[in-house]
């Protein structure tokens, strides 16, 4: 079992349409990524771990798949789509990762 | 509900003890965590999402509680204990930060 991550970092002057993201563009993705797609999560960064501190992520998002090979079938034939809405919704260059689930 | 993620950088250089994380860290956490620690999730990085680039982070793991005061009240009384088994697993500094569970 293997996560997708996208991680938008909390860059100053960032922007990111919270609404549009949770109501169009995952709605969108999840449609096309199919039953391939096993969970997903979104979640919104609040703050650092030290007191004061501002988290270094706006949006962590992550996308579960069978596998590496099930996740690239799935989201190549689709990549231009998705990746073209990311402009409707922030100005962050997400960081993505393809991580294996130990637990 | 939130989550407290913890991020170990992918840095050049860095060790990190698996085993040792899941065997002895991660169960010793939710031990002295208990009731308020409601799930974890301990993913690996294998790569980047661009073909040939390494993942950003070598571990990414996950604690949700109900709330920020459920987090910290759980968590303060044992923040020397947990923090200190740190450099029993590896040498990297992790990124912390709290988030807002949206999906």
Known sequence: MIKVYVLYPNNSGATFDMDYYLTKHMP???ERLGAA????TV???LAGGQPG???AYRVITTLRFDS????QKAFMPHAAE???DIPRFTNIAPTVQISEVKI
Chains 1, 2 share one sequence.
């Open 28 to 30: 969108m993705v999840g």
């Open 37 to 40: 797609l096993k969970a997903m």
């Open 43 to 45: 979640d919104h960064g």
């Open 53 to 55: 501190t501002e988290a």
């Open 68 to 71: 590496v090979d099930a996740y």
């Open 82 to 84: 998705i990746q073209g």
